[in-house]
């Protein structure tokens, strides 16, 4: 009805139709929302997921000459699946912040077991 040039209903003229491209507004769920708490929460998790991985890491892996702790994606692999099965996708997430490194852009079970994975 907003978008309608025939409606009489002022109502709905007075509020924006939605926000463009560069608003800081745009993309993100209204402030209070239960949209938005639910974005924290699921942000708040995967944080927890990641700073575990990096535990097990450290737990697991073997200190190198560089001082960096490192351990094979098929080690990290068979100790992470029985707590979680999204290893990769905490992997990527931990490599986007800088936390961890490894060759390549994906990792798969069995073809890339012997990719080490350096802890930052």
């Known amino acids: 009805q907003r978008k309608n040039p025939f409606s009489n209903d002022d109502r709905l003229a007075s509020k924006p139709v939605h926000t463009h491209r560069g608003d800081f507004t745009y993309g993100r769920p209204p402030e209070g929302s239960q949209t938005e708490q639910r974005g924290k929460d699921a942000h708040s998790h995967v944080g927890k997921e990641?700073?575990?991985?990096?535990?097990?890491?450290?737990?697991?892996?073997?200190?190198?000459?560089?001082g960096h702790v490192s351990v094979t994606f098929g080690q990290l692999f068979e100790t992470y699946v029985t707590i979680s099965n999204k290893v990769v996708g905490i992997?990527?997430?931990?490599?986007k912040h800088g936390l961890?490194?490894?060759?390549?852009?994906?990792?798969?079970?069995?073809?890339?077991?012997?990719?080490?994975?350096?802890?930052l």
């Open 50 to 66: 990641v700073e575990e991985l990096c535990l097990i890491i450290r737990r697991t892996g073997e200190v190198g000459e560089d």
């Open 91 to 95: 992997l990527l997430r931990a490599r």
């Open 100 to 119: 961890v490194h490894f060759e390549g852009e994906m990792l798969w079970q069995g073809k890339d077991d012997d990719v080490i994975i350096t802890l």
